[in-house]
């Protein structure tokens, strides 16, 4: 038995290793062609304003002067090194500057999916436990209209209210508890809807199963069918979502990150894109996905621990 | 191809009617809004990005603009106007390029099996564990702004949402007697197709598709609004929500008006998903991306 499981860790752990590698490979080539694509790479590295010498320097620096294929075929090996290349603007290694912002995206994001748990997971349930009542159609309206706010648009309202209501800008900037607040309640208003629906669906799906109708036959009150029976089934349909939770989760974090002066990857990117610093840019791209990957990964190995039926159907891509 | 889809549909809506009310809501908003675009130049109160320096910051309700003005004195009905084509062709092109791509290679992969099948799912997966707004991102910095530059970006890297949903579907369909009866009688691969699958497929798409045309609304709005979407100066709602940020103290209505209208928008493409789904009874799985 423990050598199956073994075995079906090992091959678990080998087809994601192999999965992140495809993925790196993929974004860094439609990076390197879409550079060259959108004109003389030289010239978007040094600047439109740069003069013929300077783009001759970028040329032999980056050896664009070499066919396409050699300048690909160096350029992943560089990368195989793990080398970014250097940033145009601080001239230090690219994948410095975007590890040096994780930790702050880490947090926010850490932050905002533990407020949007704390909210979705208690009004998932409420709204999918009994039949609906003019509260709970009520409730499921307000999130179904909340779902198509964007989070962008959550996070300038509440700026917005605070500083109008309230009389007091809120703070900027990644500080102490005072600037956590704003962006966390931004993401969670964005991702909370979307999950509590996914909940509540489940939720209430999970209470029409032969198994809740055991459980109540054999004695269980309404509160132990709903936190001991449904519940938790209904978490791990929602778990299996999470990946595009995930994509979700990145894409809010860059837009509120750059909303709230938040300096993290997501902020980094747009001032990257700003001053047309590739390297970085490119840097960003790599770093977020594989993070968004392993956060996936993770989630796919701690549905296969917890869900006893995707053990029993053996390895699952 | 357009004949089938509509077949299919109509079909579908015969069968019941749930869901009536987020159709007719959904539909009627997304009617009011298409009837809107191009009829904006009648019903605007000024031209969009005239600048009245003496109108600065005029609150909704002032004579001439009933929505009052942003920190240039430009008229915001006139603008949000001019944004509704803008976002709602951006969003729908972007829609159709992902929807045009995704069916026709997942028709392709339910279709032909083989290495075409795992081409086709290898690489929408990968381009499904991209970080769909990074990249998005990054694209748009190389591209540069502009229509098409977005249309394109977008739908580039949304189609494996409709080719997983049209692959699924397909071989389901393509795996039923009455294909293999048709197959027997020697019609060709395209008119099963055409006759079989698509009518089949189609109820599904649509549904899926006005959800992703409130995700491609809103991640046009969200790349306008970060300065990398839409040319700066064109009134566009991201546009807009980007000028308004300076101003939230003074002029909160420059950040309600077109917020409003992405709401409405994305609302309308919400309701007639919803709707739609409920009244197809297709289990909407909402697979979204931005």
Same mark, same amino acid.
């Given at each position: 038995?423990?050598? #199956?499981?073994?075995?079906?860790?090992?091959?678990?752990?080998? /087809?994601? @290793?192999?999965? +992140?590698?495809?993925?790196?490979?993929?974004?860094?080539?439609?990076?390197?062609?879409?550079?060259?694509?959108?004109?003389?790479?030289? &010239?978007?590295?040094?600047?439109?304003?740069?003069?013929?010498?300077?783009?001759?320097?970028?040329?032999?620096?980056?050896?664009?002067?070499?066919?396409?294929?050699?300048?690909?075929?160096?350029?992943?090996?560089?990368?195989?090194?793990?080398?970014?290349?250097?940033?145009?603007?601080?001239?230090?290694?690219?994948?410095?500057?975007?590890?040096?912002? @994780?930790?702050?995206?880490?947090?926010?994001?850490?932050?905002?999916?533990?407020?949007?748990?704390?909210?979705?997971?208690?009004?998932?349930?409420?709204?999918?436990?009994?039949?609906?009542?003019?509260?709970?159609?009520?409730?499921?309206?307000?999130?179904?209209?909340?779902? *198509?706010?964007?989070?962008?648009?959550?996070?300038?309202?509440?700026?917005?209210?605070?500083?109008?209501?309230?009389?007091?800008?809120?703070?900027?900037?990644?500080?102490?508890?005072?600037?956590?607040?704003?962006?966390?309640?931004?993401?969670?208003?964005?991702?909370?809807?979307?999950?509590?629906?996914?909940?509540? %669906?489940?939720?209430?799906?999970?209470?029409?199963?032969?198994?809740?109708?055991?459980?109540?036959?054999?004695?269980?009150?309404?509160?132990?069918? @709903?936190?001991?029976?449904?519940?938790?089934?209904?978490?791990?349909?929602?778990?299996?979502?999470?990946?595009?939770?995930?994509?979700?989760? $990145?894409?809010?974090?860059?837009?509120?990150?750059?909303?709230?002066?938040?300096?993290?990857?997501?902020?980094?990117?747009?001032?990257?894109?700003?001053?047309?610093?590739?390297?970085?840019?490119?840097?960003?791209?790599?770093?977020?996905?594989?993070?968004?990957?392993?956060?996936?990964?993770? &989630?796919?190995?701690?549905?296969?621990?917890?869900?006893?039926?995707?053990?029993?159907?053996?390895?699952? &891509? | 191809?357009?004949?089938?889809?509509?077949?299919?549909?109509?079909?579908?809506?015969?069968?019941?009617?749930?869901?009536?009310?987020?159709?007719?809501?959904?539909?009627?908003?997304?009617?009011?809004?298409? /009837?809107?675009?191009?009829?904006?130049?009648?019903?605007?109160?000024?031209?969009?990005?005239?600048?009245?320096?003496?109108?600065?910051?005029?609150?909704?309700? !002032?004579?001439?603009?009933?929505?009052?003005?942003?920190?240039?004195?430009?008229? =915001?009905?006139?603008?949000?106007?001019?944004?509704?084509?803008?976002?709602?062709?951006?969003?729908?092109?972007? %829609?159709?390029?992902?929807?045009?791509?995704?069916?026709?290679?997942?028709?392709?992969?339910?279709?032909?099996?083989?290495?075409?099948? #795992?081409?086709?799912?290898? !690489?929408?997966?990968?381009?499904?564990?991209?970080?769909?707004?990074?990249?998005?991102?990054?694209?748009?910095?190389?591209? *540069?702004?502009?229509?098409?530059? +977005?249309?394109? %970006?977008?739908?580039?890297?949304?189609?494996? /949402?409709?080719?997983? &949903?049209?692959?699924?579907?397909?071989?389901?369909? =393509?795996?039923?007697?009455?294909?293999?009866?048709?197959?027997?009688?020697?019609?060709?691969? $395209?008119?099963?197709?055409?006759?079989?699958?698509?009518?089949?497929?189609?109820?599904?798409?649509?549904?899926?598709?006005?959800?992703?045309?409130?995700?491609?609304?809103?991640?046009?709005?969200?790349?306008?609004?970060?300065?990398?979407?839409?040319?700066?100066?064109?009134?566009?709602?991201?546009?807009?929500?980007?000028?308004?940020?300076?101003?939230?103290?003074?002029?909160?209505?420059?950040?309600?008006?077109?917020?409003?209208?992405?709401?409405?928008?994305?609302?309308?493409?919400?309701?007639?998903?919803?709707?739609?789904?409920?009244?197809?009874?297709?289990?909407?799985?909402?697979?979204?991306?931005?």
């Amino acid at each position: 038995m423990s050598r #199956t499981v073994a075995l079906r860790w090992t091959r678990f752990a080998a /087809v994601h @290793l192999r999965d +992140l590698l495809i993925l790196l490979l993929g974004l860094t080539t439609l990076l390197f062609f879409l550079l060259r694509l959108a004109g003389d790479p030289a &010239v978007v590295i040094a600047g439109a304003d740069a003069s013929a010498e300077q783009l001759a320097e970028v040329r032999a620096a980056y050896g664009l002067d070499r066919p396409a294929w050699q300048q690909y075929a160096s350029y992943v090996a560089r990368l195989a090194r793990f080398d970014l290349g250097e940033s145009l603007i601080s001239a230090r290694p690219a994948l410095h500057a975007v590890l040096e912002v @994780l930790p702050a995206t880490l947090t926010l994001a850490g932050l905002g999916m533990a407020a949007t748990l704390a909210i979705a997971v208690p009004l998932g349930a409420w709204l999918g436990a009994h039949w609906p009542t003019p509260a709970r159609r009520a409730t499921a309206s307000l999130l179904f209209f909340l779902q *198509g706010v964007p989070g962008f648009v959550i996070a300038l309202v509440l700026v917005q209210w605070l500083a109008i209501r309230l009389g007091m800008l809120p703070a900027l900037g990644f500080g102490g508890p005072s600037t956590w607040l704003l962006p966390m309640l931004s993401l969670a208003g964005f991702l909370a809807p979307r999950l509590a629906r996914v909940i509540a %669906t489940n939720v209430a799906q999970a209470m029409s199963e032969d198994y809740i109708r055991t459980a109540r036959a054999s004695g269980a009150g309404p509160r132990e069918v @709903l936190f001991g029976h449904a519940l938790p089934n209904a978490l791990l349909g929602a778990t299996a979502l999470a990946g595009t939770q995930l994509a979700f989760l $990145v894409s809010g974090v860059v837009v509120i990150e750059f909303i709230f002066a938040w300096p993290g990857v997501g902020w980094l990117l747009i001032e990257s894109t700003r001053t047309l610093d590739f390297p970085v840019v490119q840097a960003v791209a790599l770093v977020v996905g594989t993070l968004v990957f392993t956060l996936n990964t993770v &989630v796919d190995a701690l549905l296969l621990k917890l869900d006893p039926r995707l053990s029993a159907a053996g390895s699952q &891509v | 191809m357009s004949v089938p889809l509509v077949r299919g549909l109509r079909r579908g809506l015969g069968r019941r009617l749930r869901g009536g009310l987020e159709l007719s809501l959904g539909l009627g908003l997304a009617g009011l809004m298409a /009837v809107l675009i191009p009829l904006r130049d009648q019903v605007r109160s000024a031209e969009p990005s005239r600048i009245d320096l003496h109108d600065r910051f005029a609150p909704p309700g !002032t004579a001439g603009h009933w929505l009052g003005t942003d920190h240039l004195g430009r008229d =915001l009905w006139s603008r949000v106007l001019e944004g509704l084509g803008w976002s709602l062709g951006c969003a729908l092109a972007a %829609t159709a390029t992902a929807l045009a791509i995704g069916s026709l290679l997942g028709l392709l992969a339910a279709e032909r099996p083989g290495a075409l099948r #795992t081409v086709v799912r290898q !690489t929408s997966s990968l381009v499904m564990a991209f970080p769909g707004l990074v990249v998005a991102i990054c694209v748009m910095a190389v591209l *540069g702004q502009g229509f098409w530059p +977005l249309v394109l %970006t977008l739908g580039l890297l949304t189609w494996p /949402v409709f080719a997983r &949903v049209v692959f699924a579907e397909a071989s389901g369909i =393509l795996a039923r007697d009455y294909v293999l009866a048709a197959r027997l009688t020697g019609a060709s691969a $395209v008119s099963i197709l055409r006759g079989h699958v698509l009518p089949a497929v189609g109820p599904t798409l649509f549904v899926v598709g006005a959800f992703h045309f409130g995700e491609m609304l809103i991640a046009e709005s969200a790349l306008s609004f970060l300065g990398i979407g839409a040319p700066v100066g064109v009134a566009t709602w991201g546009n807009m929500l980007a000028d308004s940020r300076q101003y939230l103290f003074n002029a909160p209505w420059m950040l309600a008006v077109p917020a409003g209208a992405i709401v409405l928008a994305v609302l309308a493409a919400n309701l007639t998903g919803d709707g739609l789904g409920m009244r197809l009874r297709i289990p909407v799985r909402r697979e979204a991306l931005q």
